[in-house]
């Protein structure tokens, strides 16, 4: 934020833009204006030479995650919780001096790859309203691509932060699970649920990340990367692929050595998914019965299939996993980062088609699995100028390496510093 504008004055004008353009939209489901306010003239009273590394910095919150003094509803009709503390990763964003503006819509207890919720809407894609926006994350990943904050802070258990990045054309990281922690935040699946922040280029995301984290990344460079080859990689839209491959040719270009891995694991997403049901049936277990008739559709038909999943099933799934795990690591030895699609196709047409998460929770399922950080950034547009996405995986585990090549890729290409045309939405506010 400029040195002579003041946080009160950023509140102020972003306060009107959300009011003209989220109408339209629908990224926030929580929002007070004279809570924000009070907040924006606290920061300004903060002497210069003692603000915090994010001061000003306007933040989004999904609405599984803790704000002191704002409810969380987890997109639900009958859950609520009404905080007194922050969770800690908003904890440490508010003690960087972030200024937390609201809570996002999310897919309904986000389990869901589209955030069109039965309860709270649907949320629109700021690059034509009629397409959704990804999940469970929608509503953070659309705010930070219409420009109603700064930064976002969402969840990844099975592509929610990295969806949501492609489809809207933002940046997003997925932390390594375990990385930050997650109390404060309703669960889908304990053990694979990392949450992590949104913006629109990679060094504020890795600024953002690094308050969450407490400590900057040391810093690395990256001189060897992969593209994913084969299985699920390959079956994706062929803008898509398209896409991907000219970004590897960037990546050259900028003298990286980008060579092609064949690698993929017929049984692993299947495996994933039962690990992932039997955690969400842990959580939903106790609300399933008592409110069986309140969850929306598609979330009450995965609740009551995760419920039937027996614990052999999940011995066995983590057993595939362990041996995928393997052969991932013996594929992608030598490499940095690893490049793959963020989602099988450009943001469809709402309501979204069973096909569309059917080619791309596969995508998003290795770095899930193996619990590995991935950098989501815009590599262009598909044929109705939606914008596409790709993921840098962190092979070895460290954030730094997926931020590097991000970085040699963003400073190389201007997808990133793109804008939706939000003439549309404004319009359907007048109207």
Known sequence: MPNDVTVTRRADELLARIREVDPALNCYVALDEAAVLREAARLDAIPPTARGPLHG?????KDIIDVAGLPTRAGSSFFRRDPQHDAPVVAALRAAGALILGKTNTHEFAWGITTENP?????KNPWDTARVVGGSSGGSGAAVAAELCDAALG?????????????????????????????GIFPLTIGLDTAGP??????????????????????????????????VW??????VTAARDAAAAVLRAAG??????????????????????????????????????????????RVAYALGVGEAAETEARRVIANARATWSAATAGYDVALAPSAGAEAPLAPAHQS???????LVTPASAFALPVAAVPIGFGPARMPLGMQMIAVAGDPASAFALGQVFQSRTDWHERRPPLAAARAEVRS
């Open 57 to 61: 910095v306007t933040v989004a919150v």
């Open 119 to 123: 309860h709270f809407g649907r949320t």
């Open 155 to 183: 969840t990844d258990t099975l592509g929610s932060i990295r969806i949501p990045s492609a489809l809207n054309g933002v940046c997003g990281l997925r932390p390594a699970t375990g990385a930050l922690p997650i109390d």
């Open 198 to 231: 949104f913006a629109r280029d990679l060094p504020t995301v890795q600024r953002v990340y690094e308050i969450l984290a407490g400590a900057p990344l040391a810093p690395v460079s990256v001189r060897r990367a992969c593209v994913l080859r084969g299985g």
């Open 234 to 239: 390959d079956r994706v839209d062929r803008t």
């Open 256 to 301: 990286v050595v980008v060579d092609d891995v064949t690698w993929w694991d017929d049984e692993l997403v299947g495996a994933t998914a039962t690990v992932q049901q039997r955690g969400a049936a842990r959580v939903h277990e106790p609300l399933f019965a008592p409110h069986r008739e309140q969850y929306g559709d598609d979330v009450r038909e």
């Open 356 to 362: 569309f998460r059917a080619e791309t929770i596969p």
